[in-house]
């Protein structure tokens, strides 16, 4: 009997054990006092796009799902099919309806999204921004790539390929202020750091592939002498190497492009595209979530302040961007 | 005796059953595929600073301390005790030479500095830049105040106060970056946005309480009619406060001054100065210890990608700036 009496002890000892060393991990009160980073898979965030289909987002999806993953929560990916206001409002609504954790969106710069978007942050759902700023909301981050330093990245790869000397031009999208910051960054400073490389002209390439063969052409007719072209956005990017193997130009005329989709880096291996510049859109999508996560579980300065006057995430990630060439290319086709 | 096997069974059982859930949980081999982000307690990550002793470095060392209690893992804090290269670059061997997981680093800049943290780099620590870049050195990312950004915020806070009308004036520190930045917003934005408020000078405080209250004492002077100062540092701030109380002036000339040291604080209770700009030296050194910690473990999209041209953390984190007044002081005094 004293031997069973020995056991039962040793039994109900673990057991307290076991159930301690499990609440203690399971179920912080306060996730500060919390040992680890950690969420219910109950948690669900959501991802909010626009033109769902596009290859961009998937890296941005992700590297939100990494990020779920680490710290045990789940998520959800919903996006309009167009690029359309009405319908991102429609699907952002139905998001809001069912009081997720948290959303993450990039959205068409409209009035009536900012209010949606205020909407969900009046009813309390943290929501950041990535990729695409929407002025007067009251979202509470932006992730994004800082356009103006892309363009200044882009230069710099233009001087280094012509060998800081000749003649070169710019195709864009006019009307986009990610693409009129693009263009400035290099613009400014081909000007500022090269003397002797001269922009010779700026085209609107549409953002079309077949518009921006043609803006290309023109721009060899008139610029004989041109050696180097950037593009702002990859449909273009595409466009303009067709052009530049239609006038048996591949070497003479350097194209620097955009983004990383499958034909933009299929032309690099060609050898068509020189260079692209590839956006952090994998940090995106995982960064919105670690912040998403943070003010859903009050990890912030305010928190332990308690001072609802002092900011409390940051407000702004610039997510950087890297260089493709050919001799990295090979990491950039998706796995 | 069966009554003892099941007994006998059942401790076993729960035993490996506590074994086995707390393996789990304490030996990830791949932290991706840990459950919550969780670090060990003999990891040190260091923070270094110059000017040891600053008000703003313990706001920032908070977030450092604040971030590792969450992530289970241990803080140092070192420092250069004055503004001198040398003193921090031996500060910083001096670190490098314990081999810790990570350093954070608010640097002097210098070319100096700059090779003893590619040093670092090098032998595989990882570093981020907090508050102050240094150009030329390896650092994986850089988190910190846009101070051009701050000076806007600081212009829109000053035509609020001036009813969008009025003379202003500027004292700032000439020779320091951060400090033309920080004019530059703020004069960009006046007189592009408020036509009816005119800078009427710009002057050097030398970021000295006695020179600024010199100066201030000079602008009444010389514009009777100048009813606002932004001053792009703390001592100057108080400086001009001073010399505001001195001619008498409280409440004619509303001063815009910079961070949250406890003069600052007590001069805008007392409503000599009518606003300051504060940083997020919280979240610098909170995000600072995420990125080293995303480091130490491999946790980025290179490590999932196996592609070492893919950018591996956001290039820049904007912390943002608050607007402290009368209304919210209370919640900045250190607690």
Same mark, same amino acid.
């Given at each position: 009997?004293?031997?069973?009496?020995? #056991?039962?002890?040793?039994?109900?000892?673990?057991?307290?054990?076991?159930?301690?060393?499990?609440?203690?991990?399971?179920?912080?009160?306060?996730?500060?006092?919390?040992?680890?980073?950690?969420?219910?898979?109950?948690?669900?965030?959501?991802?909010?796009?626009?033109?769902?289909?596009?290859?961009?987002?998937?890296?941005?999806?992700?590297?939100?799902?990494?990020?779920?993953?680490?710290?045990?929560?789940?998520?959800?990916?919903?996006?309009?099919?167009?690029?359309?206001?009405?319908?991102?409002?429609? #699907?952002?609504?139905?998001?809001?309806?069912?009081?997720?954790?948290?959303?993450?969106?990039?959205?068409?710069?409209?009035?009536?999204?900012?209010?949606?978007?205020?909407?969900?942050?009046?009813?309390?759902?943290?929501?950041?921004?990535?990729?695409?700023?929407?002025?007067?909301?009251?979202?509470?981050?932006?992730?994004?790539?800082?356009?103006?330093?892309?363009?200044?990245?882009?230069?710099?790869?233009?001087?280094?390929?012509?060998?800081?000397?000749?003649?070169?031009?710019? #195709?864009?999208?006019?009307?986009?202020?990610?693409?009129?910051?693009?263009?400035?960054?290099?613009?400014?400073?081909?000007?500022?750091?090269?003397?002797?490389?001269?922009?010779?002209?700026?085209?609107?390439?549409?953002?079309?592939?077949?518009?921006?063969?043609?803006?290309?052409?023109?721009?060899?007719?008139?610029?004989?002498?041109?050696?180097?072209?950037?593009?702002?956005?990859?449909?273009?990017?595409?466009?303009?190497?067709?052009?530049?193997?239609?006038?048996?130009?591949?070497?003479?005329?350097?194209?620097?492009?955009?983004?990383?989709?499958?034909?933009?880096?299929?032309?690099?291996?060609?050898?068509?595209?020189?260079?692209?510049?590839?956006?952090?859109?994998?940090?995106?999508?995982?960064?919105?979530?670690?912040?998403?996560?943070?003010?859903?579980?009050?990890?912030?300065?305010?928190?332990?302040?308690?001072?609802?006057?002092?900011?409390?995430?940051?407000?702004?990630?610039?997510?950087?961007?890297?260089?493709?060439?050919?001799?990295?290319?090979?990491?950039?086709?998706?796995?």
């Amino acid at each position: 009997m004293k031997k069973l009496m020995i #056991v039962y002890m040793l039994l109900i000892g673990t057991f307290v054990l076991y159930v301690y060393n499990t609440h203690l991990r399971d179920s912080p009160a306060n996730a500060w006092n919390a040992q680890g980073l950690q969420g219910e898979i109950t948690e669900t965030y959501v991802m909010v796009t626009f033109q769902s289909g596009m290859d961009f987002w998937k890296s941005s999806l992700k590297g939100f799902e990494d990020a779920a993953q680490l710290l045990n929560v789940s998520v959800e990916y919903r996006g309009a099919t167009q690029y359309d206001v009405q319908e991102q409002v429609t #699907v952002l609504e139905q998001v809001i309806a069912k009081n997720p954790a948290g959303i993450a969106i990039t959205a068409i710069n409209s009035p009536e999204i900012a209010d949606t978007i205020n909407k969900a942050v009046d009813g309390g759902i943290p929501v950041v921004l990535f990729d695409s700023q929407v002025p007067g909301s009251k979202a509470s981050a932006f992730v994004s790539t800082n356009n103006y330093n892309a363009g200044v990245t882009a230069a710099h790869e233009m001087a280094r390929l012509l060998d800081q000397a000749g003649e070169v031009a710019v #195709v864009t999208l006019e009307n986009q202020l990610n693409h009129q910051e693009r263009t400035a960054g290099f613009a400014d400073t081909i000007r500022g750091s090269y003397p002797d490389i001269r922009v010779v002209t700026v085209v609107d390439g549409k953002g079309d592939r077949l518009a921006s063969k043609e803006a290309a052409g023109e721009i060899m007719a008139n610029y004989p002498d041109v050696s180097g072209i950037f593009v702002t956005e990859a449909n273009g990017g595409v466009g303009i190497g067709e052009a530049i193997r239609l006038e048996k130009k591949i070497g003479d005329v350097q194209v620097i492009s955009f983004d990383t989709d499958k034909r933009t880096l299929d032309m690099i291996e060609e050898g068509i595209i020189s260079a692209s510049i590839a956006q952090g859109a994998w940090n995106m999508g995982y960064w919105s979530l670690h912040f998403l996560f943070h003010l859903q579980h009050d990890l912030t300065e305010q928190q332990i302040m308690e001072s609802p006057g002092i900011s409390t995430l940051p407000q702004y990630v610039d997510t950087g961007v890297t260089v493709v060439t050919k001799a990295n290319v090979k990491n950039y086709y998706a796995q």
